[in-house]
T-cell receptor
Framework: GAVVSQHPSRVICKSGTSVKIECRSLDFQATTMFWYRQFPKQSLMLMATSNEGSKATYEQGVEKDKFLINHASLTLSTLTVTSAHPEDSSFYIC?????????????FGEGSWLTVV | AQKVTQAQTEISVVEKEDVTLDCVYETRDTTYYLFWYKQPPSGELVFLIRRNSFDEQNEISGRYSWNFQKSTSSFNFTITASQVVDSAVYFCALSESGGSQGNLIFGKGTKLSVKP
């Protein structure tokens, strides 16, 4: 079953509104989670690193005031797209690393399709 | 700077053909991890393999095999006797933080179409 879960899997919102996407680690604690964005037919690009209990670290070119990240617990990170516009329509996917004896395994959520109309 | 190059944008094969997806990476780190993921149309990323920079052994898993060559900075992926269900976009990725944090740099992906 899923180790990292995202919700919602698909969301349509009106331009100008905000939408929240959740990323949960289901059976392990993740002090760090990562948010990626993927435009149609393109690769995945890291947007930000979500740190539990502290501010997120954003990649160059990503507006931190537009993409609010909250990592309030060891199993949940949220990405809020504020004042969404059609150009924000994309596939958003999160990841978290789980420690194991053989090293860390990176798990991705199922992804969230955002359509802004 | 770290970079992952997947030169093949799209590949089309007929079922039962073998196909190799190329991946070339750039990094200045001596410790790094390489990954392959499969992304079907539904969007989720399916983990296929993780390889650390100190392990150059080739790996075979069923119809899948991987050829890691540090001398050429390549980590190629071969599907033997391809099937229609293999149709997807395949991403090669690199992690320089020892793979511990999950910050991956992805290639642009190769879209594989397997026709019956």
């Amino acid at each position: 079953g899923a180790v990292v879960s995202q919700h919602p899997s698909r969301v349509i919102c009106k331009s100008g509104t905000s939408v929240k996407i959740e990323c949960r680690s289901l059976d392990f604690q993740a002090t760090t989670m990562f948010w990626y964005r993927q435009f149609p037919k393109q690769s995945l690009m890291l947007m930000a690193t979500s740190n539990e209990g502290s501010k997120a670290t954003y990649e160059q070119g990503v507006e931190k005031d537009k993409f609010l990240i909250n990592h309030a617990s060891l199993t949940l990170s949220t990405l809020t797209v504020t004042s969404a516009h059609p150009e924000d329509s994309s596939f958003y996917i999160c990841s978290a690393g789980r420690k194991s004896p053989s090293g860390n395994t990176i798990y991705f959520g199922e992804g969230s399709w955002l359509t802004v109309v | 700077a770290q970079k992952v190059t997947q030169a093949q944008t799209e590949i089309s094969v007929v079922e039962k053909e073998d196909v190799t997806l190329d991946c070339v990476y750039e990094t200045r780190d001596t410790t790094y991890y390489l990954f392959w993921y499969k992304q079907p149309p539904s969007g989720e990323l399916v983990f296929l393999i993780r390889r650390n920079s100190f392990d150059e052994q080739n790996e075979i898993s069923g119809r899948y095999s991987w050829n890691f060559q540090k001398s050429t900075s390549s980590f190629n992926f071969t599907i033997t006797a391809s099937q229609v269900v293999d149709s997807a976009v395949y991403f090669c990725a690199l992690s320089e933080s020892g793979g511990s944090q999950g910050n991956l740099i992805f290639g642009k992906g190769t879209k594989l179409s397997v026709k019956p």
